[in-house]
């Protein structure tokens, strides 16, 4: 359910990449031969009661380059617009609106300021505290997706005025084909997920498309797209608690087959008056 390899690495040099690759999103071969440092295998003394210790040096060339392509070739990494940054697989799908077409796909490190900004518009109400939430980490963080020994976070998006990919990349995933030309995020789908035993079937979800956009099948296709692929990932459980006043994602969410589970009472104080908390699920 992990995008993270469970089994060991390879390599120390494969282990190091990916953990650098993953900490910061999208990074150069180039950075990558200034960042990543190997032992050199080489034991030194060091003052007496000190042991000893071991240099670190860079790997070669054709080392790092072989690592490269092995997680390539694994499925953990790819390569776009000379970057690296981890792999995504799911194909694109486009949603016809009133002004155009809008495309759904997996979300690059580029998007990172356009999520960002479609969650803050969402949530300027006060009503979707979660989405609020991710949005503040994200500003933090140093990398939109993540996954390692102790979380697995994805992002989709949906971009209007994107330009498509040329024919010839028609039925590859999106991480395979050509980056297009960035367009404007109009809406976001998150899966979070912890990586401890007992919860690796859950994950939970915050969804949402910017008022501007809505009413035009935007956040169903995204709700649709991203159940798709945590069922293929093997999700067993989806999880999302909104506020009680957040009347429009509860009618959203129900309308697209989510069950309430409960509810806790006086969660929230918005603006100084106690909400309860709904809590809803679907198992896709």
């Known amino acids: 359910m992990s995008m993270y390899p469970t089994d060991s690495f390879e ?22 031969a200034r960042s990543i440092e190997i032992d050199d295998g080489r034991a030194h003394s060091k003052p007496a009661r000190s042991g000893t210790y071991t240099d670190t040096i860079a790997p070669e060339p054709n080392e ?15 390569e776009v617009d000379g970057k690296y940054r981890l ?7 486009d949603v016809d609106c009133e002004d155009g077409v809008v495309t759904i796909r997996p979300a690059r490190e580029e998007d990172r300021e356009g ?10 109400d006060g009503t979707y505290v979660v989405a609020e939430n991710v949005a503040t980490e994200l500003e933090r963080e140093s990398a939109l997706v993540r996954a390692n020994e102790e979380r697995s976070r994805v ?27 960035d367009g ?11 990586e401890h035993p007992s919860l690796r079937h ?10 501007a956009v809505r009413r035009q099948g935007i956040g169903s296709e995204l709700l649709a797209y991203g159940l798709e692929w945590a069922a293929d990932a ?28 409960g509810e806790h009472e006086g969660q929230y104080c918005l603006d100084g008056e106690f909400v309860d908390e709904i809590m809803l699920a679907t198992w896709p």
């Open 11 to 32: 390599t120390d040099v494969q282990r190091r990449v990916y953990e650098y690759v993953e900490r910061n999103g999208a990074v150069t071969a180039a950075e990558l």
């Open 64 to 78: 790092l380059r072989s690592c490269l392509e092995a997680l390539q070739a694994d499925g953990y990494l790819t």
């Open 87 to 93: 792999a995504l697989e799911a194909t694109t799908t």
């Open 115 to 124: 999520v960002v900004e479609t969650m803050r518009t969402v949530a300027d």
């Open 155 to 181: 992002f989709f998006v949906a971009v209007r005025g994107e330009r498509p990919a040329d024919e010839e990349t028609t039925g590859e995933t999106a991480d395979d084909s050509a980056a297009s030309d």
């Open 184 to 194: 404007d995020v109009v809406g976001w789908l998150h899966v979070d997920a912890p």
């Open 202 to 211: 859950t994950a939970e979800v915050t969804v949402g498309v910017d008022p």
């Open 234 to 261: 093997g999700y067993q459980k989806l999880y999302q608690n909104v506020p009680a006043t957040n009347e429009a994602a509860i009618e959203f969410l129900e309308e697209n087959g989510w069950d309430r589970e």
